[in-house]
Structure formats: C-alpha cells, structure tokens
C-alpha cells in the first residue's frame, strides 16, 4: 500500500445503530465540511466517513461529539490517525486491490 494516502481525513463514528444510514450520516457530517464517502453497513455500530480535507474531519470529529444521528442514537465521533489511520487505508486499499482482482476476464 502507498504511503502518502490523505493524513487526517476520515473520522470513524460509533455508536451507531438501527435507523442509521449512510444519507442520515451524510446529513449529520455536511455542516462541517464536504464528505467524499461514507463506509457504512446498515445496523452495525460503526461507520468510516472520509472528508475532503484534514480540516473538514477535524471540525466534523469536534462537531459531532453526542450529535444526535437519529432519534435515540448520538455519535462518537474520533478522527482515524497513526496506525489506525494506516490500517484503515490499508484495508481499503486491500479491498479495491481484490475487487479490481477478481473482476478481469468479466464482461
């Protein structure tokens, strides 16, 4: 995996719950800045959404602080750095890698 992937950019969220999806976290996040993607499965507890820049996921990682997502359910937001930060891309990097992969030869 490369090294130089975007430093300070995605903020993780837990905490999440049944009613969350991704609209209702892009909704949440977009005050504090524009949101490239959101990694998210229905009812599970955690979400990844990464910011156009370091300075949108800080404010959105301050922002969202027991933010409520949907009726019951608050964020706890942290912005991913050092080596979680590394192995969230690297996971990602991993998956597109055998995405891309497993697709040749398809029509």
Do not use: Q
């Amino acid at each position: 995996m490369p090294e130089d992937y975007p430093k300070g950019v995605v903020v993780g969220v837990a905490g999440l719950g049944e009613g969350v999806d991704r609209e209702k976290l892009k909704e949440a996040c977009e005050p504090f800045g524009s949101v490239e993607w959101i990694e998210y499965e229905r009812s599970t507890p955690e979400a990844f959404i990464r910011f156009e820049t370091a300075e949108h996921a800080t404010a959105a990682a301050a922002g969202l602080v027991d933010k409520e997502i949907v009726a019951g359910i608050t964020a706890a937001p942290t912005l991913l750095e050092g080596d979680d930060e590394r192995a969230f891309f690297k996971r990602k990097h991993d998956s597109m890698w055998t995405r891309k992969n497993n697709s040749k030869g398809r029509y």
